[in-house]
């Protein structure tokens, strides 16, 4: 009785031993297909991007550079080219042989992926405009502690290929730096006539913006709303230190939900740049080395900032805020209807007559006065 009983463990034993060998066979053959797998994607993708200039990797490198660089060795940017190095990755897809009629640079917030994807639906779809002049909308973000959220970062690039990371903190105070090197960079890697800054909250009418860019050939412009006169805070959110910036009222400068400046405007206005010496108010800041640079902000047509109730007007070039798709669908599509590119049934007629979102409660209410809003005290970065 004890002897079979050692038998037939003995055969359990071995038969088990069998079926583990075969077990750790057959995962490291998967082992080894998913690493060849893994490899090659790399290698491909390598191989696609490195046309342009910086390569992404996977995330995990990504994300190591990010943890390894928190320290934040600041280059020196006495020399502006070197601003350059604060640029973790470039995934913007693009043609160097090809002069752009308008770079379209948007600072995000590396968190606001709704804000960008809205874009992408949107204003931001190439094919919704149908348009023959060439242009090219790229984000600029920051980075966060956050290691899912760099890593999406690098996920969301590799998908859309229109991101641009660069290695300032997220906040408030540095938002000037992220439209430096976003500045420095186009200037590095992109042919433009135009660049439109913009922030990721507005609407942006392409047609008319092609057609500007079209029709005016201006030498270093500076063009937006204008904003005059402008008091420095000395406390609150918009603080800033007569260290920072010493008198009391800002040059003027363009509102920096959206504005554009010249090719010929940005490469003067570099060299200017510090990144060691921005104050909070990034629009403002941009207005005064534009200034430094000998070039003057001027009001343009069609730069709505303070359109809380998201109406319609046939110039839009760019309008703030519309931080909701059916604000930003409502402009687009009235658009479409007024310049003949939507066939009129008896509902467009009705819609052609609106004149703003109607599910906003400040178009009901049009007549009724609104508390002052303007883009900076609707800042959320
Ligand atoms: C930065 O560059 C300038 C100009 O070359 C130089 O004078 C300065 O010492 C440098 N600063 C540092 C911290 O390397
Ligand atoms: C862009 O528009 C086209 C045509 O309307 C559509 O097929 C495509 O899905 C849109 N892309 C995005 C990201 O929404
Ligand atoms: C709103 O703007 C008007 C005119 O620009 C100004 O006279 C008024 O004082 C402002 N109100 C507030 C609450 O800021
Ligand atoms: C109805 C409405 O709010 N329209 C505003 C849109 O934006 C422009 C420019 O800021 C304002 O002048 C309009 O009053």
């Known amino acids: 009785m004890s002897k079979n009983l050692i038998l037939t463990i003995k055969r359990t034993m071995q038969r088990f031993s069998k079926i583990s060998l075969l077990k750790y066979f057959f995962l490291s053959l998967v082992v080894t297909a998913a690493l060849f797998v893994i490899i090659e994607m790399l290698y491909f993708q390598t191989k696609d991007s490195l046309k342009h200039a910086k390569v992404i990797q996977n995330s995990y490198d990504i994300n190591h550079h990010l943890l390894t660089s928190d ?29 752009y009629s308008t770079l379209i640079i948007i600072t995000s917030h590396v968190r606001h992926v709704n804000r960008r994807n809205r874009i992408r639906q949107t204003w931001g779809n190439e ?47 540095t938002l000037a730096k992220k439209v430096i090197i976003g500045l420095i960079w186009a200037n590095h890697n992109i042919k433009y006539k135009l660049i439109l800054k913009g922030d990721d909250d507005i609407y942006i009418n392409i047609i008319n913006v092609l057609a500007f860019v079209k029709e005016n050939d201006i030498e270093d412009a500076y063009i937006g709303n204008k904003i005059e006169n402008a008091l420095v805070s000395r406390s609150g959110r918009y603080k800033v230190t007569k260290e920072e910036y010493e008198i009391d009222t800002y040059d003027s400068y363009c509102s920096g939900g959206g504005y554009f400046l010249s090719a010929s405007s940005v490469e003067k206005m570099i060299p200017l740049f510090d990144l060691n ?33 998201c109406s319609y007007m046939k110039d839009i070039i760019v309008s703030h805020p519309a931080d909701n798709i059916g604000c930003i669908s409502f402009l687009f599509r009235r658009f479409l209807i007024d310049s003949n590119k939507l066939p009129k049934s008896w509902s467009e007629k009705q819609f052609e007559k609106k004149q703003c979102y109607e599910a906003n409660s400040l178009c009901l209410k049009s007549k009724k006065k609104r508390p002052n809003e303007t883009r900076s005290s609707k800042k959320r970065h």
Request: net charge neutral; hydrophobic share 40%; aromatic share 12%.
């Open 71 to 99: 320290k934040n060795t600041i280059a020196n940017t006495t020399y502006n080219k070197d601003s350059l190095s604060y640029v973790i990755f470039d995934s913007v897809k693009r043609d160097c042989n090809i002069i």
């Open 127 to 173: 094919s919704k405009w149908n348009s023959k002049e060439k242009y090219i909308t790229v984000f600029v973000v920051g980075r966060i502690s956050d290691s899912d959220i760099m890593m999406n970062i690098a996920e969301e690039a590799k998908l859309w290929r229109d991101i641009i990371l660069v290695n300032i903190l997220e906040d408030f105070y």
């Open 277 to 309: 010496h921005v104050f909070r108010i990034d629009d403002a800041y941009i207005g005064k080395i534009a200034l430094k640079a000998g070039i003057f902000a001027s009001q343009g047509k069609g730069f709505y900032m303070d359109n809380a109730s």
